[in-house]
């Protein structure tokens, strides 16, 4: 047993405190795979994990992040075997389990998800848990029949790594998307990845009236509150939003009326504890659905002594795109 590099989360006098530091492996938690990280990425719940900015954290002391991309080092678990290239997302990792900024991961295998071909360690990062929940969120508007000929699709916080991912898969598959971001100088980065329209999000802000203006089929929504309140009012007859982020709050100040006189329906979308085979189908469609140019183009990349900086950016809206953490 020996020690490695890692971010690691401990409880302080007030809140916690977060340093890049020796972490000793044989406190590593049970595992049947152990996995030799190459990298991670950040994303909105990393910056709150280590920052301290909200409880996250419920374990310590804990190794911040909650993804990884890796091979496999050791394994006991029969479908895993040295040298598999693997990606893991939630699962509580970074937040109950010992996480992914370090260069060594203990996790259950059924846990992992094998790299798609044609997808790097790096590639499956800079997709990551955004990337990933925003597949999550095209399926399940497919899932409920939306299609590019249902009429247009708004991603909320489009300038952020689920938006920036929404808008790439869903330019792609042909739909017509509208990119609401509070950035208005981000236009032609998001216009770049294939919004066809971009709006300011103060169209969204504000009170929302039971029922607005019908301005689109459905949508991707990572902001929540007030935000998605006013997308409900003013999605049409029969349309859907996928809800999969709370940046502005956990509030929904809405009415049932979108839902009894549209008939309009709210998905909600969990990556955390998401079934294996779902898991599976979104990584497979991300290695077909979205463009590996317009991937490179909203990807930064890090270091490890870089991520508790970064992850305070990510939290006041600084950051855009997508952010790669290279571990070794």
């Known amino acids: 047993m020996g020690t490695f590099k890692a971010i690691r989360i401990d409880k302080a006098e007030k809140g916690t405190a977060a340093a890049l530091t020796q972490f000793d492996e044989a406190e590593l938690m049970d ?17 709150l994990a280590v920052t301290g900015k909200a409880p996250v954290v419920r374990r310590f002391p804990m190794i911040a992040g909650i993804d990884f991309a890796g091979t496999v080092a050791q394994s006991s678990h029969p479908e895993w075997k040295a040298g598999d290239k693997v990606v893991c997302n939630g699962w509580g990792m970074g937040e109950t389990h010992l996480g992914a900024y370090a260069e ?6 059924d846990w992992l998800v094998r790299l798609p071909d044609g997808i790097s360690t790096r590639e499956a990062m800079a997709i990551g848990t955004a990337g990933y929940t925003a597949m999550l969120s095209v399926l399940a ?21 689920v938006g920036s991912v929404a808008i790439a898969v869903l330019s792609k598959l042909g739909y017509h998307v509208i990119a609401s971001t509070g950035r208005m100088s981000e236009a032609d980065y998001l216009k770049g990845l294939g919004a066809a329209e971009v709006i300011d999000r103060a169209e969204l802000a504000g009170p929302a009236k039971p029922l607005a203006k019908e301005r689109w089929a459905g949508g991707v929504d990572s902001v929540g509150s007030t935000t998605l309140a006013n997308l409900l009012s003013m999605t049409r007859y029969g349309g859907a939003i996928a809800a999969c982020g709370l940046a502005a709050g956990m509030d929904l100040p809405s009415s049932v009326a979108p839902f009894i006189l549209r008939g309009v329906c709210l998905l909600g979308i969990d990556s955390v504890m998401c079934p294996i085979g779902q898991r599976k189908l979104a990584w497979n469609r991300l290695a077909s659905d979205l463009n590996k140019g317009k991937l490179a183009d909203i990807t930064q990349e890090i270091c490890l002594d870089q991520v508790i900086e970064a992850g305070a950016q990510i939290l006041v809206g600084q950051v855009r795109g997508r952010i790669v953490v290279k571990i070794v």
């Open 104 to 109: 060594k991961a203990r996790v259950k295998g």
């Open 31 to 47: 595992g049947d795979v152990t996995v030799a990280v190459e990298w991670s990425t950040l994303n909105y719940k990393d910056g």
């Open 141 to 161: 508007l497919e899932k409920h029949g939306l299609t590019p000929a249902s009429g247009p699709v708004v991603v909320t916080g489009a300038a952020g790594g």
